[in-house]
């Protein structure tokens, strides 16, 4: 089984790519961070520095790997359009969508895949959280281009899962104090009461991958959270 995990060098990208590993894929991994790729190139089969939000380098990419099964999606800017609407501007909005739905509607476009496309979105998609209209806007989008591609692309299969929150270097934009009031605050609101690790979210990527009969799906990795 190969497969390619953009974003696959940190957070669920990397807990992804460690757990198909070792399920015994032929995993490689892309990123724009030349240490994290170099931290991670012995751990998997690949890891290349493409920007995802590069034509050029995403075509090329994809035209050198040549045919593989499966796709996954995992990247993004960061909290880039997090905050009130009303002091973002719109080139920060027009970030967040660069940075992750039109950087997925690329790759998508330009692999070879043969078996399935899985999308990371975000719980934000269907929450009503102040300050993430941009990042409930951008997730939103991921989330509804899902059915019909995979009625377009079939048989590939096109799923997507929306995790909560995740204990990831997505909230290095927090200090750490600030961060672990967050997750305390959410940690009381949640069923399973605990945030989420990207190990969480990289079994529910394993599940799609594996599950060829599950497609046009949103699987929700949130610990109850758009249901508390």
Not at 48 to 65: H, T, W, Y
């Amino acid at each position: 089984m190969r497969v390619v995990i953009m974003g696959g060098t940190s957070g669920i990208g990397l807990a992804a790519a460690e757990r198909l590993t070792a399920a015994g894929a032929e995993v490689i991994v892309t990123g724009r961070n030349p240490e994290r790729l170099a931290a991670v190139k012995d751990r998997v089969a690949g890891a290349e520095e493409v920007d995802g939000a590069s034509e050029g380098a995403v075509a090329e990419f994809f035209e050198r790997v040549g045919p593989l099964d499966h796709l996954v999606l995992a990247f993004s800017p960061g909290a880039v359009g997090m905050g009130p609407l009303a002091s973002l501007s719109l080139g920060d909005i027009r970030a967040a969508f660069d940075g992750k739905l039109f950087g997925y509607l690329l790759a998508v476009q330009k692999a070879q895949v043969t078996g399935s496309v899985t999308m990371v979105s975000a719980a934000s998609a269907r929450a009503a959280l102040p300050g993430t209209a941009a990042l409930a806007a951008v997730n939103g989008a991921v989330e509804r281009v899902v059915p019909p591609l995979a009625a377009e692309l079939s048989p590939v299969r096109v799923n997507a899962v929306a995790p909560g929150v995740i204990d990831t270097p997505w909230w290095s934009f927090l200090p750490e104090d600030q961060k672990e009031a967050q997750f305390g605050a959410v940690t009381e609101g949640l069923p399973v009461k605990r945030v989420g690790t990207p190990q969480d979210v990289a079994g529910a990527i394993h599940y799609l991958i594996e599950s060829t009969y599950v497609t046009g799906t949103i699987l929700s990795v949130d610990g109850g959270f758009t249901v508390a």
